[in-house]
């Protein structure tokens, strides 16, 4: 065992914040210029404060692949906090995305590309072809075969199985779209708009199935993995991409439940996601060099440090309470080794370990390693769990403690 490093100490293997305006794809970033000048920005994207809402991402990753300058204004979402007053001013409905071309304001996700397209040209394939509205009519049939197999609560087993079936033929649809051509994607080797529309809920279904699930749509369906795999070696998805542990507890409140399946397997499957170990490839297969081990951990270490306070004063436990049980498990994730945090703080420790969020908070492999850590370094004080992350509600997750 080791004694916990200072925070002084600990700030020595920080990193420098990266360059969220002409660097890689960020969550944190408020203004994407790709190189160009301020002068040049028409468009302002209005998304969520947590990148939480699935029609968000779309909008989100067609400006990006594209390079299209634009600042972006983030809303909260009704299942985690009180909608913004200014927003609702611009929005009345609250409706997220929304997106403002040259002061003319533009809502709902599919408008939203029809207009971008038209003023800075398709990504690929427009979005109005009669190829990519056949695409978009599958990519619903395979969200509602979704839904009725996860949302629907009392099926008995053979009702289960009929969805899962369902679910798995219209799944089995997508990969041979996706065979039609040569290359990972849907009309070749880049990804284009079609294939946009399907990233942000075949990366929920991917999360959410498994957790509920116990179905490894990667491996149950090896085109989509190949197509994941794809999407993973670009830095732009890899720059929005959520892990299993956010997707499985973010979706709840927003698609009014997700229900489990009476399956051996399932609950640990769960527990993996839960306790930060995750499901390795069947999660993320990230190229090896993306995914280095000292740099997510400086990455987990800088993104804890910068918002340190805030941490502290929102964890139940109390900012004098949790400050050395912080402090020893980020000491673990630098020096991989263990640290004892003190009796009574597994469930402090354990309460941050289940709110970290992907990638509001950092990249994915980096979650990954700060919440095994916090794991580990909880299970020295015991085996208390965190206060339980609501289904009905995520305002334990609201943005105003953070501001």
Known sequence: MIEAWSWKQLAEYALDEPDKINGPTSAQANLRLFGKHES???????????AWCPYCSKIWLWLEIKKIPYRIKKVTMRCYGQKEEWYLRKVPSGMLPALELNGRLITESDEILFALEK?????GNPINTEQVSQLRQLERLLFRAWCIWLCSPGLNNRQQQQAKEQFRKIAERFESALQEREGPFLFGYEPETADLIYIPYLERMNASLAYYKGYLLRQEHPVIDLWFNALEKLEVYRGIQGDFHTHAHDLPPQMGGCWSDNEPGISDIASKIDSGEGLGIYEANWPLENQDDELM????LSRVLKHKDKILNANPSGKESFDYPLRAALTSLITKSSCNPGITSDSSLRYLRDRISVPRDMPL???RLLRKTLENTATLAG???GSPIPISNRLDQNPIHFR
Do not use: C, M, S
């Open 297 to 300: 951990r400086k990455v987990a």
């Open 40 to 50: 040049e920005v028409i468009v302002t994207l209005y998304r969520d404060v947590h």
């Open 383 to 385: 085996n208390k769990q």
């Open 365 to 367: 492999p980096a979650a």
């Open 119 to 123: 003023h800075f040209g398709p990504l």
